[in-house]
Every structure is written in C-alpha cells, then in structure tokens.
C-alpha cells in the first residue's frame, strides 16, 4: 500500500502493509496526536506502523 501525505512542508510517500481506509484514518489520528510539529509526522507514522518513506513523482 502506497499513502501520500500532502502538507505545506512538501509531500511525502509512504509504503507499508495492505490495510482498509478505516485502519487507515485510526493510524493517521493515532499518530496526529503524539506529534506536536507537522513535520515530524511521516517519520511518526512510519515508526509506531512499519511504514517506510519512498520517493514521490513530482506530478
């Protein structure tokens, strides 16, 4: 499975296990809430769900 994670930082893609759009938005929350800067994020998500970063297109 494939995320991209858009901010005002830049985008970032992820890559991880298959997963539905529900378990998706409960990692997202879980994850917004033990971050206190945006940037940070993508790095978060990865460690606490098994994610890892991948170059994106620039499309």
């Known amino acids: 499975m494939i995320i991209e994670i858009d901010g005002y930082w830049g985008s970032v893609c992820l890559s991880g296990k298959k ?3 529900q378990k998706v938005r409960e990692m997202y929350r879980q994850t917004k809430e033990m971050v206190a800067d945006s940037k940070d ?3 978060m998500f990865c460690r606490l769900h ?3 970063r991948i ?3 620039d499309e």
């Open 55 to 57: 170059p994106c297109s």
């Open 50 to 52: 098994g994610f890892d």
């Open 19 to 21: 997963c539905s759009k």
């Open 41 to 43: 994020f993508p790095d």
